[in-house]
């Protein structure tokens, strides 16, 4: 077996491995931090894809940003898990129902020899001075940069809904300026009180 | 005696001979910097020492000098103390998880123009994505200890790490508009020409931004409410000992030297001397002075030094930040700075006929 296979072999398995406990492990901060695992692995079977950029992008957004972020609200949920599984046989049907479906889509989608090794073969080579990060760059800014535009003012769109749902003003909270703070002089802070001399009687 | 060496060299396979090349690589390179690590705890305890009018560590060896030592021994001796309900495997595996992303960084950081370990495209990215991975230990710490305060830090580092990680790296995309290439060892070939081509001058506010977000990446004095001695005890190391605690104070300056060696590499120029382009080639050629006065190893190493001499100065003139007052330091003063000096970068770099930075 060659070295990269090796590798690809590695990853992958690592990677199935952390997503089935992901949804199997019952601790909830333990299964994000299967997810953490699993976005690593997945990031290294990029890398071996020649998708530098997109391997790094991922553990840089998603390992070192949106998973502390959950971490964060998981770490505070007290969740209790006698009650988290009292339905569990409820929803079994539906659930079970669901992921026959997707399966068995996924299987028919694959199976119709659209998806064959013979339908796509390896890509060239690159040179080695290719620049994925630039490539990429250039395609995003140049060609597709009204796409890109119209999908960052889509998230502009959702950081500000998300703010001004969450955003309210307590009267009875005491708000800060630091300008004001700074801008402060002795005067308005100090009273000088001129008071003579008590005289022992 | 060196064909001796060499035969015996060249009896090992092909692949084993660059995994060994590189080992040795590695090993040349971490050892220093753990030795740096222990000196550097030392220099700290010195610097504060002299800056609060007392002596500091001097009765281990000469003049103090096999203190670090000392330390190591009696930390490396004390017992390691596992909570009750505690999750062990993550209560052991945190410090690892602070001290690697600190120690896995050197990979990518050229030393001089030949000297590196590996010269990859997106090292800058690569930089990136490593030191937002350290919080990790400190979140894992927090909730596997299975205690308030320590899971009160852990929160406090996560909410600040998360702030200031934005900052931070909008800083790293000014240095890449301005220098054109996420790699290091091209940023500092960018500032080549003498002082006045070093970013700190061109990206003033970037350099102040990521340097001070640094100070709060690292969890250092004034940032460091994650550990808060006089608020919460230790945060979230409170209930590490012995090795296990030693290796999360190592992770904090193994993270310093990083960050030190990153602000030097990206924003004084690396590597080059700050008379670059001034000098003759006829001084250069002097054999002690020139050596000296050229680019080297030497200048990468003195302004890591003076780059770690004010962290040490941070941390003995400031008073802690309030919780409040980072998280508006970090959203609502260093994002829309950066932001600004962006737009600025790429105003002129595309709009004036000087470019950016208008020197060439």
């Known amino acids: 077996m060659e070295f990269k296979q090796f590798v690809f072999y590695f990853f992958a398995t690592v990677l199935v491995f952390a997503a089935a406990m992901v949804i199997t492990v019952r601790n909830p901060v ?4 299967f997810l953490v695992l699993a976005f690593f692995s997945a990031a290294g079977v990029w890398l071996l894809l020649q998708a530098e950029f997109l391997a790094i992008t991922l553990v840089l957004v998603y390992v070192g940003a949106v998973m502390v972020l959950f971490l964060f609200v998981v770490m505070m949920l007290d969740i209790n898990l006698v009650r988290l599984r009292e339905g569990f046989g ?8 669901v992921a026959v479906l997707l399966v068995l889509e996924m299987a028919i ?10 339908r796509m073969p390896e890509p060239a080579a690159l040179p080695a001075d290719y620049s994925n990060t630039r490539a990429l760059g250039r395609q995003i800014y140049t060609v597709y940069a009204y796409p890109f535009e119209i999908a960052a003012l889509i998230l502009l769109v959702a950081i500000v809904a998300a703010i001004t749902l969450t955003l309210r003003r307590r009267k009875d909270t005491k708000y800060q300026d630091p300008g004001k703070q700074i801008r402060v002089n002795r005067n308005e802070r100090v009273r000088l009180v001129k008071m003579r001399a008590e005289k022992k009687t | 005696m060196t064909e001796l060496a060499l035969s015996l060299w060249s009896w090992f396979p092909g692949w084993s001979q660059i995994a060994l090349l590189n080992l040795g690589k590695i090993v040349l390179i971490i050892a220093p910097l753990l030795l740096a690590v222990a000196y550097l705890t030392f220099a700290e305890r010195k610097v504060i020492g002299y800056i609060q009018v007392r002596i500091g560590p001097n009765r281990v060896g000469p003049r103090g000098w096999l203190q670090p030592i000392a330390d190591g021994v009696k930390l490396l001796l004390k017992e390691v103390i596992v909570p009750t309900n505690a999750n062990k495997f993550l209560f052991v595996s945190a410090p690892v998880l602070t001290f690697v992303p600190a120690i896995v960084a050197w990979a990518v950081i050229p030393f001089t123009d030949t000297i590196w370990l590996t010269d990859i495209d997106a090292g800058l990215l690569f930089i990136l994505a490593l030191t937002s991975m350290g919080v990790y230990g400190v979140i894992v710490a927090g909730w596997a200890s299975n205690s308030k305060y320590a899971f009160l830090g852990a929160m406090r580092s996560a909410a600040q790490i998360v702030a200031y990680e934005i900052a931070m790296g909008f800083a790293l995309v000014g240095v890449l508009m301005a220098a054109g290439s996420l790699n290091l060892r091209e940023i ?4 080549a020409g003498g002082l006045h081509h070093w970013y700190f001058l061109w990206l003033f506010p970037l350099f102040l931004v990521y340097f001070i977000s640094g ?27 012995g090795m296990a605690f030693a290796i999360f104070f190592l992770a904090e300056y193994a993270n310093m030297i990083l960050i ?22 006829g001084v250069l050629a002097i054999p002690v002075l020139g050596g000296l006065l050229g680019g080297g190893i030497h200048w990468l190493l003195a302004k890591i030094t003076f780059l770690l001499f004010c962290f040490v100065w941070f941390r003995a003139t400031f008073p802690r930040y309030r919780y409040d007052q980072i998280m508006r330091l970090g959203w609502k003063v260093f994002i829309p700075v950066t932001l600004v000096w962006i737009a600025v970068i790429g105003a002129a770099k595309f709009l004036t006929p000087w470019g950016f930075p208008p020197l060439h």
């Open chain 2, 188 to 191: 500092v070939h960018a500032q």
């Open chain 2, 260 to 281: 030190s060696a990153l602000t030097a590499v990206m924003f004084l120029g690396g590597w080059l001397s700050p008379l670059d382009g001034l000098l003759s080639p």
């Open chain 1, 30 to 33: 333990k299964a994000a931090l």
């Open chain 1, 109 to 118: 989608v694959l199976a119709s020899g659209q998806f064959g090794p013979e």
């Open chain 2, 215 to 241: 100070i709060a990446e690292t969890n250092r004095a004034p940032f460091d409410v994650a550990e808060g001695e006089s608020e919460i005890v230790a945060g979230f190391h409170v209930e590490y000992s």
């Open chain 1, 90 to 97: 409820e929803y079994l049907p539906i659930g079970g129902l």
